[in-house]
Antibody, heavy 113, light 107 residues
């Protein structure tokens, strides 16, 4: 059974940093592109970015370019989202997803002073 | 960036009704369009890919169609479990934007 479990969310001050992780199981992690998608409270879905199977290629939405970095450790079946220079508008539930079909339950990031 | 426009934003309907949600894109996307269903407090559920292909396990009352820049999600006979928010997403060109969502409410 495919499972994706996010961790690392919490409350952080504006300008701070946070690293999210996503533990994958039930499939060959190194064979799939992986995505991060977020959802601000009461708002719609927003694609954050993704990473190629071997980590050699990443893509991001414009508003996080230069601040967020997606990486992966295929030996540990882990996906990461390093978030720096956080802004209030980054407050959201962050989901990891395998392609389109499989999603974690999300982890909440709250950026507040 | 490709702009995604869903309509309507809210739709009120009754059990048994046939409903259609529209997603328009600002440029052609080679039919690389997906539809998702999301209920409060839950992760999105993948319904349809490549505009019209039903994901395994999704009830056949759901269907997708369209080409070019206009796409639709149709639910042929609404069931109580279908009241939720629906999103389209294009995955042809980065960034892979979502539509703003359509909330399907019970009339």
């Amino acid at each position: 059974e495919v499972q994706l479990v996010e961790a690392g969310g919490g409350v952080v001050q504006p300008g701070g940093s946070l690293r999210l992780s996503c533990a994958a199981s039930g499939f060959t992690f190194s064979s799939y592109w992986m995505n991060w998608v977020r959802q601000a409270p009461g708002k719609g879905l927003e694609w954050v970015g993704n990473i190629k199977q071997d980590g050699s290629e990443t893509h991001y939405m414009d508003s996080v370019k230069g601040r967020f970095t997606i990486s992966r450790d295929n030996a540990k079946n882990l996906l990461y989202l390093q978030m720096n220079s956080l802004k209030v508008e980054d407050t959201a539930v962050y989901y990891c997803a395998r392609g389109s079909a499989y999603w974690g339950q999300g982890t909440l990031v709250a950026v507040s002073s | 960036d490709i702009q995604m426009t869903q309509s309507p934003s809210t739709l009120s309907a009754s059990v048994g009704d046939r409903v259609t949600i529209t997603c328009r894109t600002s440029q052609t996307i080679n039919n690389y369009l997906a539809w998702y269903q999301q209920k409060p407090g839950q992760a999105p559920k993948f319904l349809i890919y490549r505009a019209s292909s039903l994901e395994t396990g999704v009830p056949s009352r759901f269907s997708g169609s369209g080409t070019g820049t206009e796409f639709t999600l149709t639910i042929s006979s609404l069931q109580p479990d279908d009241f939720a928010t629906y999103y389209c997403q294009q995955y042809d060109t980065y960034p892979y934007n979502f539509g703003q969502g359509t909330k399907l409410e019970i009339k």
